[in-house]
């Protein structure tokens, strides 16, 4: 069976709801994976932002949610998803606002996509501290047996 993400919050390649975005009240979306291979000790999610910070013209890919060490027995990350209620285990990295925790789409300009990543590793990470993307992906190296996307889009109602 082949890893596979999807969210009752919106489907691949539509628009995510306003109420997972800065216009609403910026809380995570579910998202529900099957496939899990046998031989995975943890799972990661990445969600990301290739556009930024102008669709027409990237500069950078802007992080909005850090989550490793996800038991692989688990498949469901429930909408508003806090820190509090993370699955026993679920480490947290720093999200491009300096903080960690869910930071939904804000898009200054255009319409973006956000790529919700999941990966199944063959080995469970030490605690890296509340890593940025690029170290937990350094960390994450030659680990990665699995992978999947779901991509939602999002313009801001301010810049519609």
């Not at 628009?15 to 995570?28: K, V, W």
């Not at 909408?79 to 869910?102: C, F, H, M, Q, S």
């Not at 930071?103 to 999941?118: S, V």
């Not at 937990?136 to 301010?158: F, K, N, P, W």
């Amino acid at each position: 069976m082949t890893l596979s993400l999807t969210s009752s919050s919106f489907f691949h390649q539509d628009l995510i709801p306003a109420q997972h975005t800065c216009d609403g009240e910026d809380h995570s979306p579910e998202l529900v994976w099957t496939g899990t291979p046998k031989n995975a000790k943890s799972l990661v999610v990445i969600v990301d932002d290739p556009d930024a910070p102008d669709p027409q013209a990237p500069r950078m890919t802007w992080v909005h949610w850090i989550l490793y060490n996800i038991p692989p027995d688990i498949n469901k990350l429930s909408e508003r998803l806090t820190t509090d209620k993370l699955p026993a285990g679920t480490l947290e990295g720093i999200n491009d606002w300096g903080r960690v925790g869910y930071g939904g789409p804000c898009p200054p300009i255009g319409t973006h996509r956000y790529f919700h990543k999941l990966y199944a590793l063959d080995t469970l990470l030490p605690d890296l501290n509340k890593p940025t993307k690029a170290v937990l992906e350094q960390a994450m190296q030659d680990h990665v047996i699995a992978q999947t996307e779901l991509i939602g889009l999002y313009r801001c109602a301010s810049n519609r």
